[in-house]
């Protein structure tokens, strides 16, 4: 018998598929008061999945976080459409790998389960559920275009950290909280400062980096505004 690619102690019927690659960096929760630090760059991986259950899609995120750094080997080893197979999904997407600019993350609701389960051999946890209309699942485009995402989470920028942020046509700022490897493998935070010359900026959009001279702290009470570039990296419109 094949082994199975995934291995949880709850049954098949508990599992949620992953929507979109752009919705797992924006789910992403610390517990309750609980606070993750030293994450400035460190890589990590989730796997997203999708249950259609008649016209809604039932979503969960699954990430490495607090397990390993997603090893490049075993990540590049798992076939979604096995894992889709295996647990009996509607779709998976594979989100990463990714590399955090934040350098703390401060959990202030409710988080997920965090049930763990191992897919090939990468262990992670179930940190985010949601449900979404059909259409809203399947266009998922978040390209310079805000998307609303109910969670309580303070992120942390750590005095004398790069920040990378755009512009809108409003004013409004947009501060990266996570750069992606999935479009450009190569991409390194030494890389993002030019990141501008690469993008295709919509009119009237602007593209900056600059040094953090002290602390600061983007707080999420209930809605968070973000935003993807083309590249897949994730932004958070600040307070």
């Not at 779709?91 to 609701?109: C, S």
């Not at 512009?167 to 479009?183: L, R």
Request: aromatic share 10%; hydrophobic share 35%.
């Amino acid at each position: 018998m094949k082994e199975s690619l995934f291995r949880s102690s709850h049954t098949a019927s508990r599992w949620f598929v992953t929507v979109t690659l752009s919705l797992a960096p924006f789910l992403t929760e610390a517990k309750a008061g609980e606070v993750t630090s030293g994450l400035f760059d460190q890589r990590y991986c989730e796997i997203l999945t999708i249950k259609r259950d008649g016209l809604k899609a039932h979503v969960t995120v699954f990430n490495t976080i607090g397990h390993n750094l997603c090893p490049d080997a075993d990540w590049k080893a798992l076939d979604p459409k096995a894992i889709k197979s295996d647990m009996g999904l509607d779709g998976v997407k594979m989100n990463g790998p990714r590399h955090w600019l934040v350098d703390g993350i401060e959990g202030q609701g409710v988080s997920a389960t965090g049930h763990q389960a191992t897919f090939g051999k990468i262990a992670m946890s179930e940190r985010a559920t949601l449900e979404l209309g059909l259409l809203q699942a399947k266009s998922g485009g978040t390209r310079y275009k805000p998307t609303e995402v109910k969670r309580e989470t303070t992120w942390i920028f750590k005095a004398g950290a790069p920040v990378f942020e755009l512009t809108d046509p409003d004013g409004k700022i947009y501060i990266m909280q996570s750069y992606a490897q999935i479009v450009d493998p190569a991409l390194s935070v030494e890389s993002l400062g030019t990141l501008g010359t690469r993008l295709k900026l919509p009119k009237g959009w602007h593209y900056a980096n600059r040094i953090l001279e002290s602390e600061y702290r983007l707080v999420t009470a209930g809605t968070a505004y973000v935003i993807q570039d083309e590249f897949e990296n994730t932004y958070q419109r600040r307070n």
